[in-house]
């Protein structure tokens, strides 16, 4: 009898039909009722901070926004602009912005090439691509980025102009930057600061699930590395009311905050105020942090439910992973190099999962070892049939 076929007679309610998804981080139905109710109780304000949120105008997103941002990223509020839905979306538009008119210590050009930490977020990497941009790939180290590589790459190669980081709860790994560390990053990027971009993409900042460190404001630690001019902090709440309808933020110094406004007034007359304002005003009753711990209620027990069956895979030797202190994710490494087996195995009895090589430039894991498990959006009951599934396809291919 084939693996598959032993498997599907070990799981007789496989054969419902039913497809099983952990490929992508996204809130389930529960979390994003607790945001329903807190929009349904309260009423859509139609001005806020004298500004009428009906109207063009505030590119800069109105005060109360900003200030949430502030809240949420732990950056200052005049240096903090609220805009639409997706900081990726932003992501994409200071790439376009540095490529095409530039920004005071940052202009890409089709030479530029990024670091990039790996196992890191895959639409991260296909932006990336898609502006043409060379991507090199420095792997995490067990406690944080191997910043002696990085350091490496960039004093022999001038055309080094960026990199991307999540540096809390990175997505996958979960790995949370120390100050230190920072200190050691921002250090290593200082012989290219004249053209250098560094994305802090902070989507995970306020969403802790265990005790995790403290971090200091990634803004004074880069000015006190003189390289402020070319740190752009990212954010959204995205993962904390709707994903897909909420606000995000960046951060950065005021020079680089006016080029970027200014380059965004051709691609729009105003962000989406009146979502702003919804925002501002629900968190003017309530803390995001107490809004936080309560979204932790509905994640936490999935996150120790995937951990339970990855640490079984640990005992027998089949798998290594970090038990992540919060974000959305958890990185499976295989113990004998056989992802793309496994998801594919997954993948025919109903589970299914990221491609290999989701988590690296070019889709190229070169171990053929890493998956990423995205436990938040199935309810519970769902969640254990995913573990099942995924546990007995890697014991019986190994
Ligand atoms: C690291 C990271 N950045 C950005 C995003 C997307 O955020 P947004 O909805 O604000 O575009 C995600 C979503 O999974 C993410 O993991």
């Not at 109780?41 to 997103?61: A, K």
């Not at 909420?246 to 729009?268: A, C, M, V």
Request: glycine residues 6%; negative net charge; proline residues 5%.
């Amino acid at each position: 009898m084939s693996i598959l076929d032993q498997i599907k007679e070990e799981l007789p309610w496989l054969g419902n039909n039913k497809i099983y998804d952990l490929t992508r981080g996204k809130p389930s139905p529960n979390q994003l009722l607790l945001s329903q109710k807190l929009i349904e109780s309260i009423s859509q304000p139609f001005e806020m901070d004298g500004v009428d949120l009906r109207n063009y105008g505030t590119p800069e997103g109105i005060k109360s926004a900003r200030n949430l941002g502030s809240t949420i990223l732990g950056t200052e509020e005049e240096k903090t602009l609220a805009l639409d839905n997706s900081s990726l979306t932003l992501m994409h538009q200071i790439l376009a912005c540095s490529y095409f008119l530039g920004f005071n210590s940052s202009k890409l050009t089709p030479e530029s090439k990024f670091i990039c930490l790996v196992p890191g977020y895959d639409r991260h990497f296909k932006l990336l691509e898609n502006f043409g941009i060379e991507m090199i790939s420095v792997p995490f180290l067990e406690n944080g980025p191997d910043i002696g590589k990085i350091e490496e790459y960039i004093a022999k190669d001038s055309s080094i102009h960026g990199i991307v980081c999540v540096p809390r709860h990175s997505n996958p790994t979960g790995h949370t930057f120390t100050d230190e560390q920072v200190d050691q990053l921002f250090k290593a990027v200082q012989p290219n600061k004249e053209n250098f971009m560094i994305i802090w993409d902070n989507a995970y900042a306020c969403h802790d699930l265990k005790e995790t460190i403290e971090q200091s404001s990634a803004s004074i630690i880069a000015s006190s590395n003189g390289v402020e001019d070319n740190l752009f902090i990212l954010g959204s709440t995205s993962k904390i009311t709707l994903a897909g309808a909420g606000i995000s933020f960046i951060s950065s110094t005021t020079e680089n905050l006016d080029q970027f406004i200014s380059y965004r007034n051709s691609l729009t007359p105003a962000p989406n105020k009146m979502n702003q304002g919804l925002h501002a005003k629900i968190f003017s009753q309530l803390s995001v942090f107490d809004h936080m711990a309560e979204l932790k209620k509905l994640i936490l027990p999935k996150f120790e439910l995937v951990e339970s069956y990855l640490l079984n895979l640990k005992k027998m030797n089949l798998c290594e992973f970090t038990s992540p202190s919060g974000g959305y994710f958890f990185s499976f490494e295989s113990s004998n190099n056989n992802a793309e087996e496994i998801i594919n195995a997954c993948g025919e009895v109903g589970l299914k999962l990221l491609p290999v090589g989701s988590c690296f430039p070019y889709l190229r894991d070169p171990n053929n070892s890493n998956i990423r498990l995205a436990p938040t959006f199935p309810n519970i009951e769902d969640l254990e049939k995913c573990m099942e599934i995924f546990s007995k396809v890697v014991i019986k291919l190994n």
